[in-house]
């Protein structure tokens, strides 16, 4: 037993002392010099997981392990940085989290203030080398202090170089994807600020209150006394589904931008009613009506560009340590396509280049030889609507 | 590489929350690990032109043997992997030759008697190969899947493909799951109901002439069919119809809450559109719903069959907790990725999963 503690602390001594880590430290320059060379994941995402498996392994305070976890932390972003990554996302704090025991919560967020804070001193150092940092997630349920200290370490960062750093502080990804669904409909639902006319003219030719105009005379030379007012007819007829004599406004009404009564007829199970209303509010000239972007505008990029990470590359590679092989609520609409996800099997603060190495030589040795040959699993480009197409053309060619 | 003295330096001020060291202090102990300012790409002008004035042959020099560096690397971890690849492959094999299930349901259950838990909806991620019959290779291992599930006592399986060119063809998908069963049942009265269906499709199970009543076995099997079009486009269509209604003033952006979003994304998988005529959006009907919900819409397990681990547009919400295992590549060479769906890929999914400890809340 005696000879095991000598050993370990001969080896903790030898790998002090200056030459070995002067040649340890060469290395590591080296290799991540190498890995430069190749293809590099521009969007790299770690889950830092086990600082409290540590800790109890190690017989030591969860907040050691934090600690520690922290150290590994700054290891790693030296390296994913020097190699060329552009963007690192950290989970650092889940929602989840804030069901831990108070002690450790406290610990973390101290942990949080305190680097955040050390790091504003440094602003000079920063400037210079310095990453953007921002920090994800629902900031309001942060404590005071901590929130402040954020904001600071925000605001010193965001004219700072291309690199950035995302740490995702209390954040879970529902959260954030229901957040980016709201946003998005709060964005659709504020009137447009220019008058009708206006944008009407700007996109083309035809005015929609002059063909509207135009078709109620025709209706009213149609049907003659039959209809007493021209509202109760686009009313009616959109309520009814789209008569087809309408299609013609409806289509001009598509092309706008505006709220139009053809969007209604998407709603199949829609009450009748509001069919009725938002056709009534619509096409009536005189009135002065809201007018809204159309939500058949919305696609997946409106979405993504609502989320946190809405002008970062997109996630190449997430790892996760400690071996739990699941996503624990984070970056799920990220990692959704081409994302390349890793399970390691060991805890973080041990995590180092070491381990990450392989990884990323993975990584590499794929991209390379899918851009050798692009038909191989794991393509690069193109987002999945082409994809379909064009795997369902590859099949009909094949 | 940050020395050990600097380290225990560092510990003691975090220790003290920051106090021990100042400003400067923490400055100098961090000089001699930053990159030369020359390094970096952003540099000021005059600093570049005096930088590569004093070192041109240096960085040269540097940038070679970086280059030579990857080569090296490069090569061997490539026969590091081919050697693990080729490892694995031999494993796979042994363990294709025991765990084999000659199509009965008895051996299959025996093989996962010993499981501490089974996931009680396994999702697998499958996908089309490129070959003229993709598509009749494709159905036979959903169909395999299916037998596989019901035998050891998985109730949901959904199998997810990106191309969606499974709903297509349910009718003959429904038929081809039938004659797998039959094969490892025997006579239709032992086999287990079959329940197939897709999001904003009806439920197909077809029940000509053999009332589930009267059938011996009364194991159950619901297939979810999922495609590229139920993740992120669902979420589109979901706030299309949110901003609809919050134009027309019915709704408001403050009552999309993650519970609303959660509630509208699980019924798309869990309840099958009743009526076999619209397969159109029918979520919009916000009334109370008395369908019995099918599947647990969170799958606990998700099976990947590929080289490596890829949700390839697989449907986001739900994967929250899901285990996902990757039964790992045998494709060695560059054009033949072809992952044989095997049974002991799926056993060891099983094994794995019930090995992993739950944890919720990280």
Known sequence: MSTSIHLSRFRKWLLASPPIEFAIGQLRN????????????????????????????????????????????????????????????????????????????????????????????????????????????????????????????????????????????????????????????????????????????????????????????????????????????????????????????????????????????????????????????????????????????????????????????????????????????????????????????????????????????????????????????????????????????????? | MVSQRDKELFRDDVRSRGTKLSAADRENLLRPYLPDPSDLPRRPPQRRKKASRRTPIRTFIKSQLHLLTYTVIHIIFGIISRLTLSYHAVVDRIFAIIYYHHRTPELIRKDVKSLKRLPEHLSVILSLRKEDDALAILMDEVAELAAWSVSSGIPVLSVYEKTGVLKSCIPVLYQAIMSKLSSYYGSPAQQPALRLFAPHHPIYNQQQGVAPSNTHNDNTLTILLLSATDGRETFVDLTKTLAEMSQSGKLSPEDITMELVDAEISEITTQPTQTTTSASLDRTTMGPSHNVSLVKPEPDLLLVFGPFLKLDGYPPWHIRLTEMFCTGGRSSGITNCDEAVEYHGFLRGLWHYAGAQMRFGR
């Open chain 1, 30 to 398: 080296l290799l991540v010099g190498a890995i430069r060379q190749g293809p590099v994941p521009q969007h790299v995402a770690f889950v830092m997981d086990g600082n409290r498996r540590f800790a109890r392994t190690h017989g030591i305070e969860t907040v050691e392990g934090h600690n520690l976890g922290f150290e590994a932390l700054a290891r790693i972003l030296e390296v994913c940085y020097k190699s060329g990554v552009k963007v690192v996302t950290i989970y650092a704090f889940s929602i989840e989290n804030f069901k831990r025991s108070k002690f450790e919560v406290d610990a973390l967020m101290e942990l949080a203030r305190v680097q955040l804070s050390q790091m504003v001193q440094h602003g000079e150092i920063l400037d210079r080398y310095g990453a953007k940092v921002r920090v994800l997630g629902r900031l309001d349920l942060l404590r005071p202090d901590v929130l402040a200290a954020v904001d600071r370490a925000v605001d010193m960062t965001s004219g700072n170089g291309n690199c950035i750093l995302n740490i995702c502080f209390p954040y879970t990804s529902r959260d954030e994807i229901t957040s980016a669904v709201r946003q998005t409909v709060a964005e659709y639902s504020q009137p447009l600020p220019s008058s009708r006319p206006s944008t009407t003219s700007s996109r083309s030719p035809f005015s929609e209150t002059h063909i509207t105009q135009n078709i109620r005379a025709q209706a009213q030379v149609v049907k003659g006394e039959d209809v007493p007012s021209d509202t109760e007819t686009a009313s009616q007829s959109s309520a009814e589904g789209g008569a087809s004599k309408h299609n013609l406004p409806n289509g001009v009404y598509e092309n706008g931008s505006s709220f139009s009564s053809s969007s209604t007829l998407h709603l199949a199970g829609q009450p009748d009613t509001t069919n009725g209303k938002a056709a009534v509010s619509e096409p009536t000239p005189g009135k002065e009506s809201h007018v809204f972007m159309s939500p058949e505008t919305i696609t997946r990029q409106t979405l993504s560009d609502h989320l946190f990470t809405y002008d970062n590359p997109p996630l190449d590679l997430l790892v996760r340590t400690s071996g739990v092989e699941r996503l624990s609520d984070f970056m799920l609409w990220q990692c959704h396509e081409d994302t390349e996800i890793v399970f390691l099997d060991i805890l973080w603060p041990d995590f180092d280049l070491w381990h990450f190495m392989p990884v990323l030589l993975g990584w590499q040795r794929r991209i390379s030889k899918s851009k050798k040959n692009p038909d191989a699993e794991g393509n690069f480009d193109g987002d999945t609507s082409d994809c379909v197409e064009e795997s369902n053309g590859k099949v009909k060619d094949l």
